[in-house]
C-alpha cells in the first residue's frame, strides 16, 4: 500500500514564525497535494505539484508556499505563521501524468497546526 | 460556491444498508464523482469513485442518477467500524473538490 507520511503529527508555533510542513510518498507518484481542513469547511487545496519543481496554486494559496525539490517529497512553507493559520494540513498523493481525476489519493494522517 | 452537497449528519443501525447522498448539480461531462471517508484522527481514504455507471466494490456501490447531477454511496451492512465522516467529491480539470461532508453514526 502507499505510504504518506506526514513529519509531524502536532506541531505549535508562534505568530510571526517561519513553518515548514513536510510530506513524503513512498510509491513514486507524480502528483503531490496540500489541504487544509478546517471545522465547517471541508478541505481546500492549498497548492499541488504534478512534478519535481513544478507547483500550482490551489483556492487559498494567500499565506502559503511549496516546494518539491524531490519526486517524493512536497513540502509546505508558511512564511510568517498567523493565528488564522490554525487548522489540520493534509497532504495526498496520486499517480499519473498531470492531475488525473480518475486516480485515487492517498492521504497522510495529517499536522495539526496550533498559532499562537 | 459548493460544487457537492451532502447532508451534515445521518445514522444507521448495524448491519443495515446505508444510503449516503450527494448532489452535483454543476457536473461536467468528464467529471468524476469520488468518494472518501475519513475515521477521527486519520487522513481521509478512498472508498469508491465513478464516471457514468454505477460501481462496485468490496467497500461500497456507488449509484449514479442518469442526469450525473447527483450520486448515492450504498453501504451494504452498516458496522461500527463505518462510522466516519463520508466526503462526496467531484473531480473536475486538475483538482479534487470536496464538501463538507456528512457524518455517519451507527448505533449498535
Known amino acids: 500500500d502507499v505510504k504518506v507520511t506526514q513529519s509531524s503529527r502536532y506541531l505549535v508555533k508562534r505568530t510571526g514564525e517561519k513553518v515548514f510542513l513536510e510530506c513524503v510518498q513512498d510509491?513514486?507518484?507524480?502528483?503531490m497535494f496540500w489541504y487544509r481542513q478546517d471545522p465547517g469547511l471541508g478541505l481546500r487545496l492549498i497548492y499541488f505539484?504534478?512534478?519535481?519543481?513544478?507547483?500550482e496554486k490551489g483556492d487559498i494559496p494567500e499565506g502559503y508556499s511549496v516546494s518539491r525539490e524531490k519526486k517524493e517529497r512536497f513540502s509546505l512553507i508558511l512564511e510568517s505563521a498567523s493565528t488564522n493559520q490554525t487548522s489540520m494540513y493534509l497532504c495526498?498523493?496520486?499517480?499519473?501524468?498531470?492531475?488525473?481525476?480518475?486516480?485515487?489519493?492517498?492521504f497522510g494522517s495529517g499536522t495539526q497546526l496550533s498559532v499562537l | 460556491d459548493a460544487k457537492t452537497t451532502q447532508p451534515n449528519s445521518m445514522e444507521s443501525n448495524e448491519e443495515e444498508p446505508v444510503h449516503l447522498p450527494c448532489n452535483h448539480s454543476?457536473?461536467?461531462?468528464?467529471?468524476?464523482i469520488h468518494w472518501y471517508r475519513q475515521l477521527p484522527s486519520q487522513g481521509p481514504e478512498y472508498v469508491i469513485h465513478g464516471l457514468t455507471s454505477n460501481v462496485n466494490n468490496r467497500m461500497a456501490s456507488l449509484a449514479i442518477a442518469e442526469d450525473r447531477k447527483s450520486s448515492t454511496l450504498i453501504l451494504h451492512r452498516a458496522t461500527l467500524r463505518d462510522a466516519a465522516v463520508y466526503y462526496c467529491i467531484l473531480a473536475t480539470g486538475n483538482q479534487f473538490y470536496f464538501g463538507t461532508g456528512t457524518s455517519l453514526t451507527v448505533i449498535p
Open positions: 505539484s504534478y512534478d519535481v519543481k513544478m507547483k
Open positions: 510509491m513514486d507518484h507524480e502528483n
Open positions: 454543476t457536473i461536467s461531462g468528464t467529471d468524476y
Open positions: 495526498a498523493s496520486s499517480r499519473g501524468v498531470m492531475i488525473a481525476t480518475n486516480e485515487k489519493l492517498f
